[in-house]
């Protein structure tokens, strides 16, 4: 089956040529501190990440040269973008839509930029030149608060002839395009935007075909995330199974690589092309990935039917102690950090938390916030002392009350302390 050869190609790919495993994810169960009846916990951020958004063929061409597209049998439409903004409403969060562009060109800019395309510098759009474009814009333009356009490419391999070869940005060993090539396309990628009034150039940015390199690869004397970082991009969000020098990978599920924070997307559920699927299984990292199709119907009036699987699916993990869906991802990245760096611990009847790891990453921090959870099976209200609790929310499950406190840190204070009482 083709969808499981193109798995098994990027997989092998990560593999062969990095000689890596797939990552053992413990934030499931990490950074949780238990007395008694009474555990606290630094819950592990989730965010949504949906790859493959902005094509209007679904068509796999892979076999002609062209894109792999989404590989569905039908055309994408307006209401396939209405239903990222769904998920995004129903859960309260803001996923992040990874885009592909070319077939977003009103005015085939793309002719002079002949490593972007089949058809090089013939590259004619017209067939996807009509009102959907505007339709689609307006559903992007006018939910931001739902929906975060993210950059993926322009047509997601590279054309260095008749014939492309994986992927966009790196190749098959990890080692980013030449530069000269890099800074071509994502000024293009910029004037894509601007066409079509799609807001200013995004701030994180996913590799296509997850391939990708953390640090300098190649002859290069600067990284991929060091180029992107001057465009504004602060985050990538790529599989560290095929991510080249993974190894150099700092902080387990996330590292610093010239200033930009580069998480582990892990596995995604479901494959890339399978459309109209009900989520199932578990997911053991920060990240939910998917692919645009895995969101929706062959039908898309049906849309709905899908979006309501995934937040049946999604919802439970902002419930449980250990984890929290992250509302947009500013953040996630904050609370990422704070998962794995800060500390905490029950003494007595007070909670601690020490942010000293934290603050040797503030650079990456953009607010003072953090978000713990307590849970017990007695009632509990808190007396904070260098912290601010700024949002309480009460769950229960099995008996056990689940407090979700947002916590807002005083300027200069490592440390802080929660009194509880029961």
Known sequence: MKNINRRHFIKQTGSLAFGLTLPNFNGLNGNMDKHGDLTVSIPMPIQIVIDDVGWWSGEDGSKKQQPYRTGIKRNHVPADYQAIVDLGKKLAVRPQAATILCEWDRQNILRNLPTSTWMREKWDNSKWVGPWLDEAADIIRNNTSHYELTMHGIGHEYWADKNFTRAEWADKTGTMRPLDQVELHLDYFGKLLDQNKLGSFPSAFVPTAFLHGFGVTGDHKMSMAAVAKKRGISYINT??????????????????????ITVDRGEDIFDWDIIGGKPQG??????????????????????SEIVDGWVEFLKPYNDKPETLLARDSSAFRNQLIHHVCSKTQIDGAFISIDFTETDKLSGQLSDNQITIKVASKNKLTFNPDAVKISESRLTSDKNVNIYTLLLDRMPDRKKARIKFNT
């Open 239 to 260: 599989p560290f199974y095929n991510m080249y020098n993974a190894k150099a990978v700092q902080y387990g599920p996330f590292g610093i690589d010239a200033g930009v």
């Open 282 to 303: 578990i997911i053991n990292g920060p990240t939910c990935g998917m692919h645009w199709p895995n969101l929706l119907h062959e039908d898309p009036q049906r849309n």
